[in-house]
């Protein structure tokens, strides 16, 4: 079982950033997937996800109406888009899949990618 989260970078604060998530090595049909940050010093926060029917999508408040989570039809791939960053959204952000009850749960995930660093500067 594979995440392979991809796609970060610099950005000045008030653009727009999108990451990918590629999943493999097994089905994820019956998995959530989520999105998870870190920023230095910092706990491992829920950013947003959707469970494994695609009928519950959720985000952390501080990013809600500026961060869009998808995910193909496929299965494989998860894909986070951001605008209006903040250099408050500087992190680590990690993709995550597993058997989940409640998607905004990060003990619950059984499977992480790597993580990619986005960097927002003011």
């Known amino acids: 079982v594979q995440l392979q989260a991809s796609g970060g970078g610099s950005v000045q604060a008030g653009g727009s950033h999108g990451l990918s998530c590629a999943a493999s090595?097994?089905?994820?049909?019956?998995?959530?997937m989520g999105w998870f940050r870190q920023a230095p010093g910092k706990e491992r926060e829920f950013v947003g996800g959707i469970n494994w029917s695609g009928e519950i999508i959720k985000y952390a408040e501080p990013v809600k109406g500026r961060f869009t989570i998808s995910r193909n039809h496929a299965k494989t791939a998860l894909y986070l888009q951001m605008n209006s960053l903040k250099p408050e959204d500087t992190a680590v952000y990690y993709c995550?899949?597993?058997?989940?009850?409640?998607?905004?749960?990060?003990?619950?995930?059984?499977?992480w990618g790597q993580g990619t660093l986005v960097t927002v500067s003011s």
């Open positions: 995550a899949a597993g058997a989940v009850r409640d998607v905004e749960n990060r003990d619950e995930y059984g499977f």
């Open positions: 090595g097994r089905s994820f049909n019956h998995y959530a």
